[in-house]
């Protein structure tokens, strides 16, 4: 089982729509959460870092679930820019173990 | 504003060869990374370093080695290139704890024929 997994998509909306992608991690011990942005055939981006208390930044909502283990990421009123691989990331303090997810991948149709 | 630049965006090289990747980040990061990403399997981490001269093992080390002999630079060394080590290469630094942000360089497409 991989220690952090995301259905890899695509994901096919419309302009407008409201799209929701979870991601799952195997390890309790995981401290830190992320959700970073890849455009085709550009770096990794982080996106927004994910808070127990759940966390907003304009249309994109990230939320956690310590108990379930998974990490979401909700996206409002979708833009043909939002097209892009979202992947997940989960980092362990007091070391440098970050893993990243294999991505899910977006595409936001007019 | 943050910049991590890495020396070549194509690379083409022939099986056997010894290859040098470089990265260079300009942020006085302590921690800085080695990835591969391939379709299907994410990012995976080859080797880090918290600080100069030091060096960690990652994920998937076999076949690789790294350098960092000074803050702003780290290289990946193939010291024989494989076909299975075709890959995207990318290179991050990140500050402070490693569970931080990480900034990612432009990445490096290998081809070893």
């Known amino acids: 089982r991989k220690e952090v997994e995301q259905d890899p998509g695509p994901f096919n909306v419309p302009e407008g729509a409201t799209v929701a992608f979870n991601c799952t991690y195997s390890?309790?011990?995981?401290?830190?959460f992320f959700w970073y942005r890849q455009d085709c055939r550009k770096e990794p981006k982080l996106l927004m870092s994910?808070?127990?208390s759940g966390n907003e930044d304009g249309r994109f909502t990230a939320q956690l679930n310590r108990a379930s283990q998974y990490i979401s990421l909700l996206i409002r009123d979708s833009k043909l820019s939002d097209s892009a691989t979202y992947l997940c990331?989960?980092?362990?303090?007091?070391?440098?173990?970050?893993?990243f997810g294999a991505g899910t991948r977006l595409f936001v149709k007019a | 504003d943050v910049k991590v630049t890495q020396s070549s965006r194509y690379l083409v090289k022939r099986t056997g060869e010894k290859v040098f990747l470089e990265c260079v980040q300009d942020?006085?990061?302590?921690?800085m990374f080695w990835y591969r990403q391939d379709p299907g399997l994410g990012l995976r981490l080859i080797y880090f370093?918290?600080?100069?001269?030091?060096?960690e093992k990652g994920d998937i080390p076999e076949g690789y080695s790294v350098s960092r002999e000074k803050k702003e630079r780290f290289s990946l060394i193939l010291e024989s290139a494989s076909t299975n080590q075709t890959s995207m290469y990318l290179c991050?630094?990140?500050?402070?704890?490693?569970?931080?942000?990480?900034?990612f360089g432009p990445g490096t497409r290998l081809t070893v024929l």
């Open positions: 370093s918290y600080d100069v001269k030091m060096k």
């Open positions: 390890n309790s011990a995981s401290q830190s």
């Open positions: 990331v989960v980092s362990f303090t007091g070391g440098f173990k970050t893993i």
């Open positions: 991050a630094s990140s500050p402070g704890q490693a569970y931080n942000e990480q900034f």
């Open positions: 942020m006085d990061h302590e921690n």
């Open positions: 994910v808070y127990s």
